[in-house]
């Protein structure tokens, strides 16, 4: 009902579903659906025998005081929006029909209606607020590669109601159903997803009106509880159930998946509709997300749905309502028809009752009869059927009493019409028969349909038989100890078989007349089941099993919309079309054998249709319209002024190029990067290795070649002389600053450690550093010493002591003849009043006897702990860690670890290499490296920098131009870059940073094979995109195409190895194809050939490494928030709370999942507490370890001993059953907090980074995945400290501030005639000096007064200078609000995401990283790579994107290398249980994309056919096409993927994209262009080809070049409908919204006819490439369930009867292709040339989806077969220009609309290219309106974003 008043829409096309019967009662699976509003109206004169007048006057009342209850005013518009104006009638609903039928008493029944009434008023004005609230719903990728770790629930209600009215499915094909369910449930679990499925206990109500609903329901919750191991729940009532609340508290699932809609295809409301929507908002309001089950969508990788996130508005609305909402929940439970309201009042529950008694009996009859057990299927079909034959007979003895005490004056004709009980026989007879078919038929053989409906009477009884059905399988318990198969739960009935038995035995009874016409084997079986039923009904006369006979249309009718016969119609074959291509003979040439193909003088219309047509070769760029081949050593200047004729414009754009080179030098400068170089090239050692140059030996006699000659004695003695010059000065400087740094110190020990330490690391002399390092620590010891006396002990701060402990380490970590045994008594001395007895005499140790003398008193001021504890608990910071002392000369800065050498190995060998290390670890480093060495080698060497987004881009070029000086040659530059929207210097630099998208244009490019070949090393930054959801086949493809070696950088890849396998399989391809194209060695060969030859063998290695390392520099610690008292309190989060004792005894510990020091103390506890008796406690104790006792200095290494072994013992313990004991560490370990708070995150945001200053957690970086809320937490921030600024401003200080000003205006007045005098008198300087000094005075006076208070402000105003700062103000001043950003950035403040302005978010960037602003909110954008090291990481919130990639490269820029010793992250208000699964989660696996599109075939064929070097182009293809990463070592999807390669061809050929010579033609080149949106741009072709663009491009006037809008907007349509195709949920379909359209308008029936003209012909072609492949399909799968792996694999009938002969005549053909339970619906072969969406019906284990197949569905529809109407944002931005807009009409976030904008506009700016390009014609209407569009569309966006 409210559905309806909300603009919910139903979809065009409603599929065969459940819905209600003749009788109005129940739905029968086997009939048809008839329409619901008059089975209802008939449902309502069949009830009982009395009282129908009291009914009328009842019904009357309840829908007269609904209407009023609906337009009453609802108090409710303060937690929602205001409902439509529209009035909603409720008159028609079916709940209401249910208040009637059921026959309120009339003592009560005023109280009932006002409370049923208020209850429905609750749910219809739900309803209108889901609606809404799905407007809002963003469609995401679910699993969001959580692998084992994530969980979410699945509503089992939602999920059956989604199968049951699946489109594809038709009615009573129970087994079709549990297939589909089947498939849904395991491509989740293929895809590592965790998930459990619950059924609330009071769902059950909501179904009793149609019985095969609660049939199946019960059948499926049993079926998934033994055949399945996914995890059912039943134990809950409801969603108020308070155990309920509790599991979603203990868990707090990732979301909950529901159903928006009972019962898709009716247009009125449904008790059921209602459950689901108060389920909905009761999930909401516990901060619970949800996604409904409509319009979800699968791929190869993933699974896409609705998305809908808990707000702070649903936990207010559930707070306020829940009352009402659970009342209203309660009311639908009571409201449902008792069974489908199949009995009288009277009797249901005596007849319920007696059933449920009887059906217990027959239990223990089966059991007497078959003591060994028998299958689900037999029991369900005899109880049943014997079941409801007894209740037929109890009716029939009913009527029989009841028309006796009438007599015989009641008109018979009134009486409703009921089986006889034989005819109830013969029905029970045939439905045996039926089961006994379903256990022996093949289901090839069960391919039937049948579209007849049972008669009206028969149909009763069914349902009659079903509802005994629901009772046996509710009642299956009583059947324990009994051996009951549950296998075939899933097959209980089949509804066309059902009926074919029916019409053999109605029409040719001859075939079922006895046991021998049937076969022994189904005669014998059917008759043991019917005999069985005859024994369990012994007081109904069922008669014998045979004949299985009935009176002919006694039990079927035709169906309504039965259609007249259609000759048979044949598929579509397709001969190939021959054509000659070396690339197609080479790779596809086996197949060819295989399959027709049409001779060269067939008169095949495909043959003669075939266009000839302008051959196509790239010569411009996709959306620039530059040549894609221009000169190669053109000057910067040439290349971007090339167009400008005005001299004063060129000299402009040549200044504004200075400007941004010198800005990206500055920018450079920002990174820190200090290596810089100047490049020289040296021809001569281009191959060799600074670290493989060995010293040549020296030349001469050997026997003085130990005698040193006199210039060596000479510089040792410089050398020893510059030493001792150097220790003097080093003195002489510590002498001067002892003194000042022993004040310090005993001020603030904090300053004074510090300004040691930059002492000590400008100090080069060792014994000056030992004596300062002494000095110290004693003025460490001092401090205390003043503390102890000053402090009681429990109140200690440990701080001076770790300073005192970590100045002894830094002192005894030298070599031991540096250290004197004075200094090494004094170290003794100190360790012994920090109360180390045990580390003092290992001291002691090392010195005399003498000077132990004084060391053996007791410590006066111990710190309480034992040594080893002490360092654990508050040194793991600064343990020293394992680093390599030994210098490599191929690294200045710093000193390389192994793993980084390797990697340096690998460069210097030329070889390829995947890099898997954590963030901040250092692999960038031989990035730089790589760059440098090509740098070096030539001035021609190419290095390609591919990186995933253009953020990364601007950072690599600016750290290029800050590294490398190189002076080239001819206009070449060191540095360009080319992304989808710029480009610079691309052909003339050396070094190319750039996204993959653009490099694999270029490598495709047919005419830059000569550039391609001079790249010499490509790295692949962030390679994990290889597994993201948009654009991960590109990755694949430039893996697969480079000849030259790479390196792969990822911080995230969990299977290294498989992807080095693939890599390595590429890279063998490529050394044979090398191998191949050398010159065979002859006579003619010169020398210097076969030099070139070998030097290049040399050159390139083809190895591929994996170089992998661990273990992160610093170590990153957990917190999560915790509010209490009005401030913030961060809780340690152990990572080991994390883990569960299923998940240890599963997966096992994760091997990132580390330990930092006190948290290995911390678990040792844990342990030690919860089993006291544990043998290895002694062992295991810090004091007593082995790594750890007496040692004075613990390392990073001896730590992670410790904590391997603290793992082990934990996993040995689950292994050996210690189950209680490791549940109770983990909960010992667990953080005892609620996690979740009550008051805004953004009324507490300023609080929350306040908190973190006092803790010195500063600079920070707060994430959030919503870019509102990333400015609105900075806006904040920002008006927080203005808002505490104006506080503390007194009265007088403003007209002090003006006052100053003005005098400040008129002294700068006259200080500027100063410059004009030449000669000023004595008093006129007198004066200026005055002015001078009052203008200083002033001047500082009025800085004092703007300067910001400490605690106004969180920018380090140190960090950055006045020129600095105004360099980067004065390049941002034009930006929108720059003013605005400027005062956020003055007080340390920034905000970051990848829509904002450039220009500002490089301001902040730069910012950060020199540590003048401290706070960043930011997005995902930030965490790719992005240089911004701080403190601290805070995640502000839960999301749907926050999965275990994002946290870990998140995380990881806390705590970089050489900033912090150690990182935190914080979690703000993300719940605990996520907290729990992010850091367990493993990070995701990478794995192959189906590797072709038909845009990319053309493209490969284009290489092929153009390319310069034949051979190399053909390389390329082949290493595409053979080498993919998902046919890898998989022989069976490579055929699949070369019969789509052969099948793509002859599309493409059919379409006139390629001649017969595999030549790309005609408008090849504008499809190309365009294959980001492959089928739309073939679609668009035929527009163009067929002159529709040119029917709607009329000139406003005969010669004018311009277009109406009407036009322009019309196009903007097309395109939208073509380009920007973005689904909406189907209920928004009549939504009304405020600015926008939102929902995008068919496209013109002429383009519509043209679509489908399209379609049919892909169709035709990729039908046969779906038969093609059927072959490569598993079938021992196919015919099994996927889930549960029930297999239906059966032989043959073995016996050829006439009965068998009836039924094989009924089958559908043919079936070859599609899957056998699809064909239990009825679907066929032919279906495959006429269904644009066949994922439900094809073979599911060769992997294809609908995605593969080049067809643009006109209208999408969901799964229920409800249209999804597509998003109008792009039409919608073009009329009103606003990105805001569609932020809050659209449903779209503020970066999704940009982004989606901003591809629109590309894509027009792409087709105005080629267009202009491929027409000779530059007046052509359509070439003229698509500039214009171009222009009009790139203003607005223009305009929006600046």
């Known amino acids: 009902m409210a559905e309806e008043a909300s603009g919910t829409c139903d979809a065009e096309f409603e599929p065969l579903q459940h819905s209600r019967p003749a009788n109005g009662k129940h739905p029968d699976p086997f009939s048809t659906p008839r329409d619901e509003h008059s089975e209802e109206e008939e449902s309502d004169s069949e009830g009982e025998d009395t009282g129908a007048e009291i009914r009328s006057r009842r019904r009357s009342k309840l829908l007269n005081e609904a209407r009023d209850a609906a337009r009453a005013e609802m108090n409710l518009d303060q937690v929602a929006p205001e409902s439509s104006d529209e009035e909603l009638d409720i008159s028609q609903t079916g709940a209401e029909k249910s208040i009637v039928s059921k026959g309120v008493p009339s003592d009560k029944g005023d109280t009932a209606s006002v409370e049923e009434n208020e209850n429905l008023k609750y749910l219809r004005w739900l309803s209108q607020y889901l609606t809404r609230i799905f407007a809002r719903c963003q469609k995401v990728s679910l699993l969001r590669d959580f692998v084992e770790s994530e969980f979410f629930v699945i509503d089992g209600d939602s999920l059956m109601m989604t199968y049951i009215h699946e489109a594809t499915v038709d009615p009573g094909q129970n087994l079709h159903f549990f297939y589909l369910l089947e498939c849904f449930l395991f491509d989740l679990t293929q895809k590592k997803a965790k998930f459990v499925i619950i059924f609330f206990k009071d769902a059950e109500c909501i179904w009793k009106q149609y019985c095969s609903h609660l049939s199946i329901r019960t059948a499926l919750i049993l079926h998934l509880q033994h055949n399945t191991e996914v995890p059912v729940h039943t134990e809950f009532d409801n969603c108020f159930d308070p155990r309920w609340k509790k599991f979603l508290d203990d868990n707090h699932p990732y979301f909950v998946m529901v159903s928006d809609k009972a019962f898709p295809s009716n247009k009125r409301w449904h008790p059921g509709t209602g459950w689901f929507h108060v389920l909905m908002l009761h999930t909401l309001g516990n901060k619970i997300n949800i996604v409904l089950s409509s319009g979800m969508t699968q791929d190869l990788l993933r699974v896409y749905g609705y998305h809908m996130r808990s707000k702070p508005i649903n936990i207010s609305t559930l707070k306020q309502h829940g009352a009402e909402f659970k009342s209203a929940q309660q009311q639908l439970v009571k409201l449902a028809p008792f069974y489908g309201g199949m009995f009288c009042a009277a009797e249901e529950e005596e007849l319920m009752k007696r059933k449920l008694s009887g059906i217990l009996r027959s239990y223990s009859q089966l059991k007497r009869l078959g003591p060994k057990g028998s299958d689900i299927s037999r029991i369900v079909c005899v109880v049943s059927c014997s079941a409801a034959l007894k209740v037929c007979g109890y009716k029939m003895a009913a009527v029989e009493t009841t028309a006796e005490r009438r007599g015989t004056t009641e008109n018979k004709e009134d009486e409703p019409e009921e089986l006889t009980i034989q005819g109830a026989a013969d029905v029970c007879r045939m439905y045996c028969l039926h089961v006994t078919l379903l256990r022996n038929l093949p289901l090839s053989q069960r391919a039937l349909k049948n579209n007849s409906r049972w008669t009206k009477p028969v149909n009763q009884f069914l349902m009659l038989r079903q509802m005994m059905e629901f009772l046996v399988l509710k009642n299956l318990g009583a059947a324990d100890g009994w051996n009951v198969d549950m296998t075939y739960l899933s097959d209980l009935s089949d509804g066309h078989l059902f009926k074919s038995v029916a019409k053999i035995c109605s029409e040719m009874p001859s075939c079922t007349e006895s046991e021998r016409q049937l076969g022994n084997e189904i005669g014998g079986e059917y008759r043991h089941i019917w005999e069985t039923v005859a024994k369990l009904a012994p007081e109904v006369n069922v008669g014998p099993a045979f004949p299985v006979t009935c009176p002919s249309g006694a039990l079927l009718q035709p169906a309504d919309n039965a259609e007249p016969g259609n000759p048979e119609q044949n598929i579509p074959s397709i001969g190939l079309i021959p054509?000659?291509?070396?690339?197609?003979?080479?790779?596809?040439?086996?197949?060819?054998?295989?399959l027709p193909q049409l001779g060269s003088c067939s008169e095949d219309p495909a043959l003669t249709s075939l266009l000839k047509l302008k051959k196509f070769d790239e010569d411009f760029n996709f959306h620039s319209g530059r040549p894609i081949a221009e000169a190669h050593y053109e000057t910067p200047m040439e290349i971007s002024t090339a167009s400008v004729k005005d001299p004063k414009e060129r000299k402009r754009m040549l200044r504004q190029q200075q400007k941004l080179l010198a800005f990206v030098r500055l920018y450079g400068e920002s990174l820190k990067e200090n290596a810089a170089v100047t490049i020289v090239t040296n021809q001569t050692d281009v191959a060799k290795s600074p670290s493989k140059q060995q010293p040549s030996p020296r030349k001469g006699n050997s026997k003085k070649s130990g005698k040193k000659k006199r210039a060596e004695l000479i510089i040792e003695a410089q050398e020893k002389k510059r030493k001792e010059e150097e220790e003097r000065k080093a003195k002489e400087l510590w002498s001067s600053l002892q003194e000042p740094i022993r004040k310090q110190m005993s001020q603030d020990i904090d300053k004074g450690i510090k300004a040691l330490d930059r002492f000590l690391q400008n100090c080069r002399n060792e014994c000056v550093k030992v004596t300062a390092e002494l000095e110290g620590i004693k003025y460490c010891l001092k401090a205390w010493v003043q503390h102890c006396r000053s402090t009681a002990e429990p109140s200690r701060d440990m701080k001076i002591a770790v300073l005192l402990m970590r100045k002894i380490h830094s002192v005894l970590n030298r070599r031991e003849d540096q250290l004197s045994p004075k200094t090494l008594t004094e170290v003794a001395h100190y360790l012994r009043e920090l109360g180390f007895l045990n580390l003092r005499d290992s001291v002691m140790k090392m010195i005399d006897a003498d000077q132990k003398r004084g060391l053996m008193k007791d410590p006066e001021f111990p710190v309480g702990l034992g040594a080893a504890r002490f360092q654990l608990q508050y040194m793991g910071p600064f343990l020293f860690r394992e680093e390599r002392n030994d210098p490599d000369p191929r690294v200045q800065n710093f000193i390389p670890d192994t793993w980084q050498r390797e990697l340096l190995d690998a460069v210097d060998n030329n070889e390829s290499a995947v890099v898997v290390a954590p963030t901040s670890s250092g692999k960038t480093y031989a990035s730089y490296y790589c760059m440098e060495k090509v740098l070096r080698s030539s001035d021609s060497g190419i290095v390609v920098y591919v990186a995933p987004n253009n953020a990364l881009i601007n950072q690599v070029v600016a750290t290029v131009y800050a590294r490398f000086t190189k002076s080239l040659p001819g206009g070449m530059v060191t540095c360009g870059y080319l992304t989808r929207d710029y480009q610079s210097n691309v052909h003339n630099c050396q070094v190319l940073v750039t996204v993959p998208r653009s490099l694999e244009i270029l490598l495709l490019s047919p005419h830059q094979q000569d550039w391609a070949k001079r790249i010499k090393y490509v790295i692949f930054d962030e390679v994990h995109c290889l597994g993201g959801e948009i654009g991960a086949e590109v990755w694949e493809h430039l893996l697969a195409i480079i000849r030259c070696p790479f390196l792969a950088l990822s911080a995230t890849i969990s299977n290294p190895e498989e992807l080095t396998q693939w890599l390595q399989s590429v890279k063998t391809y490529w050394e044979r194809v090398e191998s191949s194209s050398e010159e065979p060695p002859s006579s003619n060969t010169s020398q210097?050939?076969?030099?070139?030859?070998?030097?290049?063998?040399?050159?390139?290695?083809?190895?591929?490494?994996l170089v992998s390392y661990g273990e992160r520099y610093n170590d990153l610690e957990n917190f999560v928030c915790d509010f209490e008292d009005n401030e913030y309190k961060f809780i340690p989060y152990h990572p080991c709370a994390a883990l569960t004792v299923h998940h240890i005894k599963n997966y096992g510990i994760p091997s990132d999942l580390a330990l930092s020091p006190p948290e290995c103390l911390r678990l040792y506890d844990a342990m030690v507490q919860v089993s006291p008796g544990w043998p290895r406690a002694q062992e295991l104790e810090p004091e007593e370890y082995q790594s750890f006792k007496n040692r004075v200095i613990i390392r990073k290494r001896d730590v992670r001993e410790y904590e391997a072994e603290l793992k082990k013992e934990l996993v040995g313990w689950v292994k050996a059953g210690r189950k209680k004991e490791v549940e109770d560490v983990l909960l010992w370990l667990k953080p005892q907090l609620e996690g979740i708070f009550e008051k805004d995150q953004m009324e507490n945001f300023p609080l929350l980074v306040e908190t973190l200053q006092k803790m010195n957690g500063l600079p920070a970086l707060f994430f959030t995945f919503n870019i509102i809320r990333v400015e609105d937490f900075a806006d904040e921030l920002l008006k927080h400290l203005m808002e505490k600024l104006e506080s503390k401003i007194k009265p007088g200080d403003e007209k002090a501030r003006l006052q100053i000003e003005s005098r400040l205006q008129k002294l700068a007045k006259y200080l500027e005639k100063e410059e004009s005098m030449t000669n000023p008198t004595s008093n006129q300087s007198e004066q200026l000096a005055?002015?001078?000094?009052?203008?200083?005075?002033?001047?500082?006076?009025?800085?004092?007064?703007?300067t910001l208070p400490p605690d106004c402000t969180f920018a380090q105003t140190s960090a950055a200078d006045e020129k600095f700062l105004e360099t980067i103000f004065h390049r941002m001043h034009r930006s929108p609000n720059s003013g605005h950003y400027r005062e956020m950035l003055l007080r340390g403040i920034g905000h970051h995401h990848g829509s904002m302005n450039n220009k500002i978010r490089q301001a902040v960037e730069m910012l950060f990283r020199c540590g003048f602003v401290k706070v960043v909110s930011a997005t995902s954008t930030l965490a790719l790579g992005i240089n911004m090291p701080c403190k601290t990481v805070v995640f502000l919130h839960d999301s749907v994107h926050l999965d275990s990639l994002n946290y870990r490269q998140m995380s990881g820029r806390a705590g970089r290398r050489g900033m912090d010793n150690l990182g935190k992250v914080i979690f703000f208000d993300v719940p605990l249980p996520k907290v729990q699964r992010l850091i367990k989660a493993n990070v995701p696996q990478l794995k192959g994309q189906f590797p072709l599109t038909i845009s990319f075939v053309l493209r490969l064929m284009l290489l092929a056919a153009k390319a310069d070097d034949k051979a190399d182009a053909k390389a390329k293809a082949l290493s595409v096409l053979q080498y993919s990463m998902m046919t890898f070592n998989q022989p069976k999807k490579q055929d699949i993927v070369k019969f789509y390669f052969l099948f793509s061809l002859q599309f493409l050929l059919r379409e006139g994209f390629l001649n017969r010579e595999g030549q790309p033609q005609g408008f090849a080149g504008l499809v190309m262009h365009e294959h980001y949106h492959e089928p739309a741009n073939f679609v668009f072709i035929r527009f163009l080809v067929q002159g529709l663009l040119h029917k709607v491009c009329q000139r406003v006037e005969p010669h004018s070049k311009t277009f109406s809008e009407d036009v322009m907007e019309t196009l903007v349509l097309i395109l939208?409908?073509?380009?920007?195709?973005?689904?909406?949920?189907?209920?928004?379909?009549?939504?009304?919204?405020?600015?926008?359209?939102?929902?995008?308008?068919?496209?013109?029936?002429?383009?519509?006819?043209?679509?489908?003209?399209?379609?049919t012909n892909a169709l035709q072609v990729f039908g046969n490439f779906l038969l093609s492949i059927s072959k490569q399909a598993n079938l021992e799968e196919e015919l099994q369930l996927p889930l549960s792996g029930t297999s239906f694999m059966r032989p043959q009938l073995p016996e050829a009867t006439d009965f068998a002969s009836e039924l094989s005549k009924a089958l559908s053909s043919p079936t070859t292709a599609v899957s056998p339970f699809a064909c239990l619906s009825g679907h066929t072969d032919l279906e495959l040339f006429h269904c644009c969406d066949v994922d439900s019906i094809i073979f599911r284990t060769l992997g294809i989806h609908i995605n593969n197949i080049p067809v643009l569905r006109l209208k999408c529809f969901d799964r229920q077969g409800r249209r999804m109407p597509l998003n109008a944002y792009a039409l919608d931005f073009y009329k009103h220009g606003s990105l805001s807009t569609l932020y809050l009409d659209n449903g779209l976030s503020r970066g999704e609309a940009f982004y989606l904008v901003k591809d629109f506009s590309l894509v027009i700016a792409a087709i105005s290219t080629s267009l202009t390009d491929l027409c000779d014609n530059e007046n052509d209407p359509v070439v003229l309106a698509f500039q214009q569009l171009h222009r009009s569309y790139s203003s607005k966006l223009g305009q929006e974003y600046s």
């Open 579 to 594: 054509m000659t291509s070396t690339l197609a003979e080479e790779y596809v040439g086996d197949l060819l054998e295989q």
């Open 1088 to 1105: 210097k050939s076969k030099r070139k030859q070998q030097a290049r063998r040399e050159e390139q290695s083809f190895k591929v490494r």
């Open 1330 to 1346: 005055e002015y001078r000094t009052e203008h200083d005075m002033l001047r500082t006076k009025y800085q004092q007064l703007h």
């Open 1616 to 1655: 939208a409908n073509l380009f920007g195709r973005r689904y909406l949920l189907p209920c928004l379909a009549e939504q009304k919204f405020e600015q926008s359209k939102v929902i995008l308008d068919d496209l013109p029936d002429e383009f519509a006819a043209c679509v489908h003209e399209y379609n």
